[in-house]
């Protein structure tokens, strides 16, 4: 059976996940990872991930859970790597994930 999402997700994002931060607070990243996924600019107030009300710029939809934190880095298909607000994980009427919502 065909994602129902899949039709949606015709951009490509780069992923990478931190991997370690030295004494000094500067980040190292593990190997990028490519992934579709759907990439919408749209404004609007959202929840950090500490619970504070901030302004989200971008909406990322991908299929299934990639376990993308909000120290992770995502490259965005016009080069720019805004922070990661938030990222949320939706699961289907079986349990399982659905798909990520990852907020920038």
Same mark, same amino acid.
């Given at each position: 059976m065909t994602h129902p999402?899949?039709?949606?997700?015709?951009?490509t994002i780069t992923l990478e996940r931190r991997t370690s931060m030295d004494e000094y607070g500067?980040?190292?990243y593990g190997t990028a990872e490519n992934l579709t996924a /759907?990439?919408?600019?749209?404004?609007r107030m959202v929840r950090d991930v500490a619970g504070q009300e901030v302004v989200s710029n971008t909406t990322i939809w991908i299929i299934g859970d990639h376990g993308i934190k909000a120290v992770d /880095?995502?490259?965005l298909p016009d080069g720019t790597q805004p922070p990661i607000i938030n990222a949320l994980t939706f699961p289907d009427e079986s349990g399982?994930?659905?798909?990520q919502e990852v907020l920038l």
């Open positions: 999402l899949l039709s949606l997700t015709a951009q500067a980040h190292a /759907r990439v919408v600019n749209r404004v /880095r995502i490259t399982l994930t659905h798909h």
